[in-house]
């Protein structure tokens, strides 16, 4: 909304007002023309950080009381075709709520449309005090009207939230908790002082439980997206992402490539079943050469790759050294294996690392063979 439009916006309200991003006002359409400054005016005291949170780039709209018991709608929105400015655009007043009311509804009828409606609804004094609350709410927290009056709405909240709109977990009696979105709406008095604050509590605990139901599906299948099925390590994917994250820090790290020899022989000699269980036991004894920090990964189907992160020449030496020495050991049913291993580490080359390792397992490779 904007000047080229103030044709169009008088004809739909009373009143509207173009300001800068200071809330001077620039331009004055309707019958509110004497306002030179929204936040210095006091007929917007009681909207004034609604305004600041607008000229912030966060529309609004809101209910007006005016000094005289009459309300006014007022929208807040930026327009950004001629540089950024604020407009409010004021709608005619209405009679005051006291009296729709009473030509509408019976104080009664009223009454009954509260403590009956589907969704929560609490009064709060400006201490934070339960002033008055409906059946629904009281029954949703398992507890009574009566004890909701005179507590402090942060007794039953984990955290009271801000804004018109928000959600917050409510603590129920038996000390459950549930999700609510709630709306709220100030009342002020003719003074421009916060009288109550009331709030509707829509109920939307089990649409909360089936986002973090779909959360931690999406975290589980991100996790089996990573992970080698048979092994249990993480898989080629896993270990390039880190590889990648690691290069891109800058600082030294080690890569150590092993090979398995004796696989393919295995799985001829005494079946696939039993080759799987050489690679899993494998991948334990890998573990045992390495700290915690470093990863472990399955990248094909008899290798394995070892990222060492902060780690210097020597101590990724120290790690191929280790993983020889266990390699000595026997490994569950089948004794002691062979392995191709070879070594990278960025002193060398921080991109070229993989190739670096690769070229050394199989030099090593060729080198075993030959000496056999």
């Known amino acids: 909304m904007g000047i080229p439009a103030s044709s169009l916006l008088q ?4 009143s509207v007002l173009v300001c800068d991003t200071d809330g001077r006002v620039l331009h004055a359409y309707g019958e509110m023309t004497d306002c030179g400054h929204v936040l210095r005016d006091v ?29 006014s709608r007022v929208r807040g929105s930026i327009d950004v075709a001629d540089g950024v400015r604020l407009v409010l655009a004021i709608e005619a007043p209405t009679p ?18 509260i403590a009956n409606m589907r969704q929560g609804l609490w009064r709060i004094d400006p201490d ?46 038996d000390g459950s908790i549930k999700r609510g979105i709630v709306t709220r709406s100030e009342i002020f008095g003719q003074a421009g002082e916060l009288l109550w604050s009331v709030e509707i509590i829509a109920d939307v605990t089990r649409e909360q439980a089936a986002r973090r139901r779909l959360v931690e599906e999406v975290e589980r299948m991100a996790m089996i997206a990573r992970t080698d099925a048979l092994t ?19 600082e030294a790290f080690g890569l150590v490539l092993v090979d398995l ?20 036991s494998m991948g334990r004894r ?43 050991e026997p490994l569950d049913e089948f004794g002691s294996v062979h392995a191709s291993i070879g070594l990278g580490h960025t002193d060398f080359s921080p991109e070229g690392v993989f190739e670096q390792a690769d070229r050394a397992m199989y030099a090593d490779k060729r080198q075993r063979k030959g000496s056999e």
């Open 96 to 113: 005051p709520f006291s009296e729709v009311r009473r030509g509408r509804l019976s104080g009664p009828e009223y009454d009954f449309i």
């Open 286 to 328: 890998l573990r045992q050469a390495v700290r915690d920090s470093d990863l472990v990964a399955r990248i094909g189907g008899d290798e394995f790759a070892l990222l060492l992160p902060a780690a210097t020449r020597a101590s990724a030496e120290e790690v191929v050294m280790r993983i020889r020495e266990l390699l000595r």
């Open 128 to 173: 934070g005090v339960v002033v008055g609350a409906n059946r629904h709410l009281a029954a949703w927290l398992g507890a009574t009207v009566s004890d909701l009056k005179g507590s402090y709405a942060e007794h039953w909240m984990t955290a009271l939230g801000d804004g018109p709109t928000y959600e917050a977990d409510f603590v129920a009696v």
């Open 11 to 14: 004809l739909l309200f009373e």
């Open 232 to 250: 249990s390590l993480p898989n080629r994917h896993a270990f390039d992402e880190r590889l990648r994250q690691l290069q891109g820090e800058g």
């Open 43 to 71: 007929r917007f005291i009681r909207i004034r950080r609604l305004i600041r949170e607008a000229l912030d780039g966060k529309p609004f709209e809101t209910v007006l009381e005016r000094a005289d018991g009459q309300r």
């Open 261 to 280: 020899d004796d696989l393919k022989e295995i799985n001829d000699s005494k079946g696939h079943p039993a080759g799987d269980r050489l690679l899993t």
